[in-house]
């Protein structure tokens, strides 16, 4: 994955002095990077019976859609509270400081669909971990979780426990 990872600008001290960021858009714009990441990360859940992929807000929206497709799977948007125009099912989650929500249009998912749950990033977990509770209430069964780049040092795959973590590239710290 060291082909992938030189893809990735670091930018220090973003969004605040001590954190180093990084970017993915510097692989995104390298279009064999991005097909290729695409193709790795499908080849991790081809096979599996993917019946929706739920990209999370707002990165997610990158990969997942390009997921279902390859997948043959169907593209399911995990927003933000009020960016939704039907019907949602909500959640509450803890961050750092404090906590947000997340919703999911009540129809999104039928009952017993296997789902794949994708981001960008797992940092700490909070957001997926929210995701895949949204997806369980609507009656999903979780088929896995996709990420292009895992922050190890987080620990974030600790709060998805039972579930298939599968991140392409990752950071020791």
């Given at each position: 994955m060291d082909d992938l990872k030189k893809l990735i600008r670091e930018v220090p001290d973003y969004p605040k002095p001590g954190i180093l960021f990084y970017d993915l858009t510097t692989l995104l714009q390298d279009k064999k990077g991005f097909h290729e990441?695409?193709?790795?990360?499908?080849?991790?859940?081809?096979?599996?019976?993917?019946?929706?992929?739920?990209?999370?807000?707002?990165?997610?929206f990158i990969f997942a859609p390009a997921l279902a497709y390859r997948l043959g799977a169907g593209f399911v948007p995990?927003?933000?509270?009020n960016k939704l125009p039907w019907k949602t099912a909500q959640v509450s989650y803890q961050l750092e400081y404090g906590t947000d929500k997340l919703e999911i249009h009540q129809d999104a998912v039928k009952r017993g669909q296997r789902v794949l749950v994708c981001d960008d990033l797992l940092a700490t977990g909070g957001t997926a971990a929210a995701a895949i509770q949204l997806v369980r209430q609507l009656g999903g069964e979780i088929a896995g979780a996709a990420f292009a780049v895992e922050l190890n040092f987080l620990k974030g795959r600790d709060k998805l426990n039972g579930t298939e973590v599968f991140s392409l590239i990752q950071y020791s710290q």
């Open positions: 990441l695409i193709e790795r990360l499908c080849g991790q859940f081809s096979g599996k019976h993917i019946d929706v992929v739920a990209g999370i807000e707002a990165r997610g995990v927003r933000k509270p």
